[in-house]
């Protein structure tokens, strides 16, 4: 099988070894699109956003998740220089307002290298790229480039200010009421028990700059199983995959943020019939855990996948694992589900 460059060593190249000598070709039209969103449970709704002075599609109150996509505007232009946005962050009941210098190069660097793929016995490279705008308490902002499959990497971490917007420009034909509005709009956008939560130990504003955290980790699993395929969803928004027989991925540690959904494909010694498959979404309440793990074994571990077969059905067990600890990581509820090889 013919070996293509994976993400995580895309990762080194683009963001260790980008020009220093701003290059003319930085005016070059390149084919992208832009959307917004903002953490599920912390709804917001943007006044304003553009960026590189490309309007962004505004769709009323935001809130499906940190790292994702929304609405999109597109087209061939230049690359951004600025991100410009105002929102209300319901839950504060806050305005914020930011103007970013973006780091053209990177973005640059990220774009001319593309993203390269299987397309049956070829590979090709593509440059078709999203960026993904995220908003979240306290005026956190996050820039992401989004590509195919599982590819998301950041490119900017901001911090914008509280401002104020006059509410009749905000609500131009609606409830002037401002209290009355944004206690509606949280009944409709937020869990009620989140709610409940949050007004009552407060709002977890570090929460999106923590999980930026990078730690030495790879995926295991026993001698007899072997990883056919891999991908990590992280808590920070960024996404990696590859695939263990093209890339020996998870022989290897690499430095990425902790993962909230790890999806594996894997062959099992014994049985050549079939390949096995899990989606493994990782508790939000294991993070500082897993953190403090990390840290208390020199910021190296590994996540170890342990399948076993209680009764008749294949389950899994989620450990995290040092030379001399491990422990039990707990996820959502999951299938193991399995296909039938093509011989």
């Not at 597109?74 to 839950?91: A, M, N």
């Not at 920070?236 to 494909?265: D, Q």
């Not at 422990?327 to 296909?339: A, F, G, H, Q």
Request: aromatic share 16%; with cysteine.
């Amino acid at each position: 099988m013919k070996n293509k460059t994976i993400i995580f060593g895309l990762l080194l190249t683009l963001f260790f070894s980008c020009n220093n000598t701003k290059s003319n070709t930085m005016d070059n039209e390149y084919e992208w699109r832009v959307s917004v969103n903002a953490p599920k449970n912390f709804p917001a709704t943007i006044y304003y956003a553009a960026l590189g002075g490309v309007d962004v599609r505004r769709d009323g109150t935001i809130n499906s998740g940190w790292g994702t996509s929304g609405s999109s505007s597109d087209g061939v232009k230049t690359l951004p220089k600025t991100l410009d946005i105002i929102w209300l962050s319901y839950i504060e009941n806050q305005f914020y307002k930011g103007n970013f210098e973006l780091d053209q190069e990177k973005i640059k660097a990220i774009f001319d290298e593309g993203f390269k793929d299987n397309y049956g016995e070829d590979i090709v490279t593509y440059h078709d790229f999203s960026f993904v705008i995220n908003v979240a308490p306290g005026g956190t902002v996050a820039l992401f480039m989004k590509g195919l499959g599982n590819f998301q990497l950041e490119v900017g971490f901001f911090k914008a200010e509280k401002t104020d917007i006059k509410w009749k420009d905000f609500v131009p034909m609606g409830l002037q009421d401002r209290e009355k509005y944004v206690k509606g709009r949280l009944e409709r956008n937020m869990n009620k028990d989140s709610l409940a939560y949050y007004k009552t130990n407060g709002i977890p504003f570090k929460r999106w700059g923590n999980y930026r955290e990078y730690f030495n980790f790879k995926t295991i699993m026993p001698v007899d199983y072997k990883v056919a395929y891999l991908a990590y969803n992280c808590f920070n928004g960024e996404r990696f995959y590859g695939e263990n027989r093209a890339y020996h991925i998870n022989e290897t540690y690499n430095s990425l943020p902790i993962p909230k959904k790890i999806t594996l494909n894997w062959l099992e010694e014994d049985n050549d019939e079939y390949i096995y498959g899990v989606v493994l979404k990782l508790k939000e309440s294991e993070y500082t855990k897993m953190s403090t793990f990390f840290k208390n074994n020199s910021n190296k571990a590994a996540f170890y996948i342990e399948p076993y077969i209680p009764v008749n059905v294949r389950e899994i067990r989620l450990f995290l694992k040092s030379d001399t600890e491990k422990i039990e990581i707990e996820v959502l509820p999951y299938e193991v589900k399995r296909k039938l090889i093509k011989k």
